[in-house]
């Protein structure tokens, strides 16, 4: 049985980490994923911290298996606030599904979860990953050589073959710590240590992969590139899962079109109707 893990890390060591949107989000995803999946298992691993946050709020129940852990300290969390999941993938022994905590399901994906790695979508990172030339890419030859731009994102990634899996969170963790060393700026080098170098192994490696859906995200144009292949197709994409990802600082300020009321309301009903949490701590939390 596939395991589907959610991995949530206090970052901030203070209790402003669990928003309203946050914490509904997360919530949400594990109940609407044990809904429509009831052939996987699904684990949660997250820090003291959040462990006693969601004991608090009586949300543990909503996961088979909690596990409180300690992540790594030695990583520079303000750039790299993802590292936690790859820590945990290094650990794996199963077939298992990772899963970003606002990415939400409204059907079944069991019949995708076979022999073939899933990513979200793949993505064109031209002038936004850092390239070859840049200075801390150098710095790191040892670990990773002569990179593309190429991405995958990894809101939703399948990994059926666990040893793979390790051997990819092994290397991005290596990469962090000597970006951390090195004092890499920004986020940029979380998604080059994480989803670039997932492209790369995966090419590296002659491994076939599949894209829950076809089109392919240009991340310094922000903007959608037409694609062909794809689990889902885009017109339907809406019908299977919603990943929150950028709409979030819009939903928190309801611009955009966005309204905050409209969105948050579906996201409590769910937890209301698929738990016992307790909804009046959630309510007094900040937005996001």
Same mark, same amino acid.
């Given at each position: 049985?596939?395991?589907?893990?959610?991995?949530?890390?206090?970052?901030?060591?203070?209790?402003?980490?669990?928003?309203?949107?946050?914490?509904?989000?997360?919530?949400?995803?594990?109940?609407?994923?044990?809904?429509?999946?009831?052939?996987?298992?699904?684990?949660?691993?997250?820090?003291?911290?959040?462990?006693?946050?969601?004991?608090?709020?009586?949300?543990?129940?909503?996961?088979?298996?909690?596990?409180?852990?300690?992540?790594?300290?030695?990583?520079?969390?303000?750039?790299?606030?993802?590292?936690?999941?790859?820590?945990?993938?290094?650990?794996?022994?199963?077939?298992?599904?990772?899963?970003?905590?606002?990415?939400?399901?409204?059907?079944?994906?069991?019949?995708?979860?076979?022999?073939?790695?899933?990513?979200?979508?793949?993505?064109? #990172?031209?002038?936004?990953?850092?390239?070859?030339?840049? =200075?801390?890419?150098?710095?790191? &030859?040892? *670990?990773? @050589?002569?990179? /593309?731009?190429?991405?995958?994102?990894?809101?939703?990634?399948?990994?059926?073959?666990?040893?793979?899996?390790?051997?990819?969170?092994?290397?991005?963790?290596?990469?962090?710590?000597?970006?951390?060393?090195?004092?890499?700026?920004?986020?940029n080098y979380l998604v080059y240590a994480e989803q670039l170098l997932l492209k790369h192994l995966l090419d590296l490696h002659n491994i076939e992969y599949q894209c829950l859906i076809p089109d392919i995200w240009h991340c310094n144009d922000r903007r959608w590139i037409k694609g062909t292949k794809g689990l889902i197709d885009t017109a339907v994409i809406p019908l299977?899962?919603?990943?929150?990802?950028?709409?979030?600082?819009?939903?928190? #300020?309801?611009?955009?079109?966005?309204?905050?009321?409209? =969105?948050?309301?579906?996201?409590? &009903?769910? *937890?209301? @109707?698929?738990? /016992?949490?307790?909804?009046?701590?959630?309510?007094?939390?900040?937005?996001?």
């Amino acid at each position: 049985m596939v395991n589907v893990i959610w991995i949530l890390e206090n970052i901030k060591k203070h209790s402003s980490f669990y928003t309203e949107l946050k914490v509904n989000l997360l919530l949400t995803s594990a109940i609407q994923w044990k809904k429509h999946n009831p052939n996987t298992n699904t684990v949660l691993y997250c820090d003291k911290m959040t462990h006693s946050f969601l004991s608090d709020i009586n949300a543990i129940d909503i996961w088979d298996k909690v596990h409180r852990v300690s992540f790594n300290q030695q990583i520079d969390k303000n750039v790299f606030w993802a590292s936690s999941k790859l820590e945990i993938l290094s650990g794996i022994t199963e077939p298992s599904v990772v899963l970003d905590h606002d990415f939400v399901v409204y059907k079944s994906f069991e019949m995708y979860l076979k022999d073939k790695v899933i990513v979200g979508h793949a993505e064109n #990172g031209e002038s936004y990953y850092p390239s070859v030339m840049d =200075e801390y890419v150098k710095r790191t &030859r040892h *670990i990773l @050589n002569r990179p /593309n731009t190429n991405s995958v994102n990894c809101c939703f990634n399948y990994y059926p073959n666990p040893a793979f899996a390790r051997s990819y969170a092994n290397t991005s963790l290596e990469l962090m710590k000597e970006f951390t060393k090195l004092k890499a700026p920004n986020s940029n080098y979380l998604v080059y240590a994480e989803q670039l170098l997932l492209k790369h192994l995966l090419d590296l490696h002659n491994i076939e992969y599949q894209c829950l859906i076809p089109d392919i995200w240009h991340c310094n144009d922000r903007r959608w590139i037409k694609g062909t292949k794809g689990l889902i197709d885009t017109a339907v994409i809406p019908l299977h899962f919603r990943h929150y990802w950028m709409d979030k600082p819009k939903i928190v #300020g309801s611009l955009d079109g966005f309204n905050y009321i409209n =969105e948050i309301e579906p996201l409590r &009903r769910v *937890i209301t @109707n698929g738990s /016992n949490v307790d909804m009046q701590i959630i309510s007094k939390l900040n937005r996001g």
